[in-house]
């Protein structure tokens, strides 16, 4: 028997969400610790180890958590019953999980047919369904999907399809295991101007940066203003630059300033004062980078940190992600996080603290 705090037997098997399309990254990350690869999908990979390991994790990685079990049949009530009974087989004395998250693998590439990552509406039923069976012996908490604290268990359950799950549990620590399938739940304040929004704001949160109110923030690549609604939400004073128009949502508000230009073309002193960067722009991520690097090395700059999000393209362009950590660590920073949000299409966004 096995309790959820720590593997104790042999081998470790693993289970790992990741975006639609990027399960080639995250099986080459893997198998350079001796992971073997079992049972996948587009989205889901399985794997399992000779020794006891920790959970995997990587740029392309979204979730992680020990599988403990695969169930498959028609019928959801059958599915509940054998979920049940896989508890009882696997863990000992009836332990007790913090949280219950269900969520769907990425069944499309983020943005086909406007697919968006996170819990629908069949995950949201069969959560109900599950967490009334399990609340009185297996999960605390009135209902399913919560957010999970730090140091919380969890216990997984990915719907591979409807009637297709994989059972797992992991430990939550930072921002992307709390969430529910690695998606920041979030309700805007208003209907967001595009999906920058929910990029901006788990771009934010994972990188753990202090964003304050009266904060000025520059936007590069700002139109139509997406992500400047989510700055401007959080009190930041906003300059957004690009050459084309924004939603006059953004553009008159009163804490908002328009700079009509590529951030190229302008003198280094618009950047003065400025403490947070954001960069989104549809250009090859090389010359994003020489952009940058024109400002974060100018004898003003009084950058604390930067967002960049950087296109790939195509996921074989994944090997040029150590070139632009290499450039970027000539700029001396404390820190660079890279990873693939739940958000991002075919793109990774780099956390860059300055100082």
């Not at 797992?168 to 999906?195: D, L, N």
């Not at 190229?264 to 722009?281: Q, T």
């Not at 970027?328 to 793109?347: F, M, S, Y």
């Amino acid at each position: 028997m096995t309790s959820p705090d720590k593997p104790t037997a042999e081998p470790t098997f693993a289970m790992l969400c990741c975006a639609n399309g990027a399960e080639k990254q995250v099986k080459q990350s893997i198998a350079a610790a001796g992971w073997r690869l079992a049972f996948s999908r587009p989205g889901f990979v399985t794997a399992k180890h000779d020794q006891p390991m920790a959970l995997p994790s990587g740029t392309f990685i979204r979730t992680a958590a020990h599988s403990i079990g695969h169930l498959k049949d028609g019928d959801g009530e059958t599915q509940v019953t054998r979920l049940v009974d896989l508890l009882d087989e696997t863990f000992a004395g009836g332990r007790v999980f913090d949280q219950l998250h269900v969520w769907p693998r990425d069944r499309l590439p983020i943005g086909k047919f406007g697919f968006e990552p996170g819990v629908d509406e069949v995950a949201k039923l069969v959560a109900q369904r599950v967490h009334q069976s399990l609340a009185e012996r297996w999960v605390r908490g009135d209902q399913p999907n919560r957010i999970a604290q730090p140091g919380e268990r969890v216990l997984d359950l990915v719907l591979v399809d409807p009637d297709d799950w994989m059972i797992g549990w992991h430990t939550s620590a930072k921002w992307h295991s709390r969430w529910p399938g690695g998606v920041q739940p979030i309700e805007p304040q208003y209907e967001p101007i595009s999906r920058a929004y929910y990029k901006a704001a788990e771009s934010i949160t994972w990188s753990g940066f202090d964003f304050a109110p009266g904060d000025v923030v520059v936007e590069i690549g700002s139109a139509p203003g997406g992500a400047c609604g989510r700055l401007l939400e959080l009190g930041l004073k906003v300059i957004g630059i690009d050459p084309a128009e924004m939603d006059e949502r953004i553009a008159n508000h009163p804490r908002f300033k328009h700079l009509r230009a590529r951030a190229g073309d302008l003198p280094r002193r618009e950047f003065r004062n400025v403490k947070w960067l954001l960069a989104d722009s549809n250009v090859k991520p090389e010359k994003t980078l020489t952009t940058i690097e024109h400002i974060v090395t100018h004898r003003e700059c009084s950058l604390s940190g930067m967002l960049l999000t950087m296109k790939l393209g195509h996921y074989d362009a994944a090997g040029r992600i150590d070139a632009w950590l290499e450039q970027i660590q000539t700029w001396n920073p404390v820190d660079v996080q890279v990873r693939q949000l739940a958000r991002n299409r075919c793109e990774v966004c780099l956390a860059v603290q300055l100082r």
